[in-house]
């Protein structure tokens, strides 16, 4: 059972242009909801992420929007750079007081085209 | 600062070998973890340890066992490694605390023949 679904699987935008990432989830006990940005050869790194208390977080051209009766959340790149091209991991954390497991999304990959 | 080391970074089994992954982490983090990510399939995770001297079974344990061998070090073990086990694994910590980032290594490259 997917917990946590992302789509689309690969994304072509343009220099300049706006990337849009989705992703929805089922489970009401999530809490916590991290994307992450991974370039080939490395290990995933810790974008940007959102509490289902707030609607919406932005950090430079990044920007989370979460949608909690939807349950679904989605990542927004503004003025998208080709240093961008990567894949973009979402996540949702069902965690206790001390630490967290993370469920993720099966990865997009992003390619902006110069 | 090195954060999250991984070794090897490559290795290439042959079915029913075992093998030791080994990750050291030196942020002093309480949690540590290990995913393995495979075409298609995201990161799944395969076992936790949330603190030191404890450690349970994540979405996919089978096939695979682990060592909390202190604070610093998390230790991965195929005991007869198959070919379903090909895949990069990735081991990462995160400090104690609900919504602290989990902190990745590079991966280690597992290719079973």
Known sequence: ?114 | NAGVTQTPKFQVLKTGQSMTLQCAQDMNHNSMYWYRQDPGMGLRLIYYSASEGTTDKGEVPNGYNVSRLNKREFSLRLESAAPSQTSVYFCASSEWGSNQPQHFGDGTRLSIL
């Open chain 1, 1 to 114: 059972q997917q917990q946590v679904k992302q789509s689309p699987q690969s994304l072509i935008v343009q220099k300049g242009g706006i990337s849009i990432i989705n992703c929805a989830y089922e489970n009401t006990a999530f809490d916590y909801f991290p994307w992450y940005q991974q370039f080939p050869g490395k290990g995933p790194a810790l974008l940007i992420a959102i509490r289902p208390d707030v609607s919406e977080k932005k950090e430079g051209r990044f920007t989370i929007s979460f949608n909690k009766s939807a349950k679904q959340f989605s990542l927004h790149i503004m003025d998208s750079q080709p240093g961008d091209s990567a894949t973009y991991f979402c996540a949702a954390r069902k965690g206790n007081s001390g630490y967290s497991t993370l469920t993720f999304g099966k990865g997009t990959m992003l390619l902006v085209s110069p």
